[in-house]
């Protein structure tokens, strides 16, 4: 069994910020592959489900960032899941938007519910490290990981959860460079070559727009996550 927990803040006014990317990640996995419902548990919203033979655990902690460990270690007790099975999707400044890194062991960084996790658990959990940017002063980042992702980086959040989600199987399957391809071929796809094929067709006149266009990807996740 596996344990993957995404790392954010509960409610609906956090729910789009930066900081909240982990439980992103880990709305999309569930609905892409028909895990379980989201139920109220260990201090948090745990969904379950399989990935062929693999079993997972996804849990989303209900204790604000910095008491994120409470949360992993009563998930880890029920559950008797190691460290070494536990994986934790989280925000990272010090990759550039859209990046995404696997990690295994090492320090927190100063991150918060990392800190938190290293008090309940120790370091030798993997992680999962999410590209956010930096706002470039050591002053600004609070304010900047919680607040929201702007609307110009839409398209790119979309593609980056869609990746983590194509690439969740062999992640759960220990594969993690073939996880991170997954994630690199939905971020960044590689281009057609320009050989001598034929000559491409004309591109067909575009259609009128309705009367009601279709919501971008950065407007269907804000509904995703809206909460009355």
């Known amino acids: 069994m596996q344990l993957w927990v995404g790392l954010g803040n509960p409610g ?3 729910a789009m910020n930066r900081h909240n990317i982990g439980f992103m990640a880990l709305d999309r996995i569930a609905a892409d592959h028909g895990f379980g419902p989201w139920r109220a548990k260990f201090q948090g919203q745990v969904s379950e489900g399989r990935f062929g ?3 997972v655990v996804l849990l989303k902690p209900e204790t604000f960032m910095n008491l994120s460990g409470q949360s992993v270690r009563a998930a880890a007790d029920f559950y ?3 460290p070494e099975d536990i994986t934790v999707f989280h925000d990272e400044l010090d990759l550039a938007p859209g ?3 696997h990690k295994v062991g090492g320090g927190h960084a100063g991150h918060n519910g990392l800190r938190s996790i290293h008090q309940h658990m120790g370091a030798d959990y993997a992680r999962v490290r999410l590209g956010i940017g930096h706002p470039g002063d050591k002053a600004r980042v609070a304010g ?3 607040s929201d992702f702007a609307k110009a980086e839409g398209d790119l959040l979309d593609d980056l959860l869609r990746g983590l ?3 969740a199987p062999m992640l759960a399957a220990g594969e993690p460079q073939k996880f991170l391809n997954a994630v690199s071929l939905r971020v960044a796809p590689p281009r057609s070559s320009t050989g001598t094929g034929a000559p491409k067709a004309p591109a067909a006149t575009p259609a009128p727009k309705p009367d009601s266009a279709p919501l971008s990807p950065f407007e269907r996740l804000k509904d995703h996550f809206r909460r009355d």
């Open 165 to 167: 989600s194509d690439g």
């Open 99 to 101: 990046k995404c890194r």
């Open 53 to 55: 033979s693999a079993r």
């Open 12 to 14: 609906a006014k956090y």
């Open 144 to 146: 900047y990981v919680l």
């Open 80 to 82: 008797k899941v190691a």
